[in-house]
């Protein structure tokens, strides 16, 4: 019962380096979703793909890009990573609107020095 | 723009307390309401509310829904020191067939032995 898997866990940058989040659902789930969660901040949507084939910006798209790659798989690139950019992000799917339930990932933690 | 706002920001009880927790919102094209838990790592889904006045109900744990005055409340009766938590409220917005979830910043509740 994996449910949404994401990688790394953990990662350091310098500024202006890159690098790509990867996120991997095995629910059959059509949405998926990445977020960033910082102190005092909840969740902020950065993109989101309501289905394979497409995808969407949400509050906080600056600077990151994404790519559906299959219907399982949803990955976020930060192409020059900067400071601003620490936190933790968190992937997340769901199957249609009727349960409403979002399934999310454990969370990987970026810290951009 | 859309906007979820969460009050408290934390608190602390005594188990056995009651607690009640509130979840405002602004958001066009709404479509539900949504309760998680979030302790170390991811959120863990507790409830959708999409009807006013229907209450919400799992153990001690209750929701409900006023989509008139826009806000929902999260009760938590007989507290316990394992509902120590992130409580966020999450709201959905859908708009031309698309939906994503808006997130407040969470109520921290710590619940003391």
């Known amino acids: 019962n994996a449910g949404v898997t994401q990688t790394p866990k953990f990662q350091v940058l310098k500024t202006g380096q890159s690098m790509t989040l990867q996120c991997a659902q095995d629910?059959?789930?059509?949405?998926m979703y990445w977020y960033r969660q910082d102190p005092g901040m909840g969740l902020r949507l950065i993109y989101y793909?309501?289905?394979?084939?497409?995808?969407d910006k949400g509050e906080v798209p600056n600077g990151y890009n994404v790519s559906r790659l299959n219907k399982r798989e949803f990955s976020l690139r930060l192409e020059s990573a900067a400071p601003s950019q620490t936190s933790v992000y968190f992937c997340?799917?769901?199957?249609?609107?009727?349960?409403?339930?979002?399934?999310f990932g454990e969370g990987s933690r970026l810290t951009v020095l | 723009e859309d906007k979820v706002v969460q009050s408290p920001l934390s608190l602390v009880v005594h188990e056995g307390d009651t607690v009640t927790l509130n979840c405002s919102y602004e958001?066009?094209?709404?479509?539900?309401l949504l309760w998680y838990k979030q302790e170390k790592k991811a959120p863990t889904f507790l409830f959708m509310l999409?009807?006013?006045?229907i209450e919400k109900k799992s153990g001690r744990l209750s929701s409900i829904l006023d989509k008139k005055e826009l806000f929902s409340i999260l009760n938590i009766t007989a507290t316990q020191t394992g509902d120590s938590a992130v409580y966020l409220c999450?709201?959905?917005?859908?708009?031309?067939?698309?939906?994503?979830?808006?997130f407040g910043t969470g109520t921290r509740l710590k619940v003391l032995a």
């Open positions: 997340a799917s769901s199957k249609t609107r009727a349960t409403g339930e979002l399934f």
């Open positions: 629910m059959n789930h059509n949405s």
């Open positions: 793909s309501a289905s394979e084939g497409t995808t």
């Open positions: 958001v066009t094209n709404f479509r539900s």
């Open positions: 999409t009807s006013s006045g």
């Open positions: 999450a709201v959905e917005n859908s708009t031309s067939g698309t939906y994503k979830y808006i």
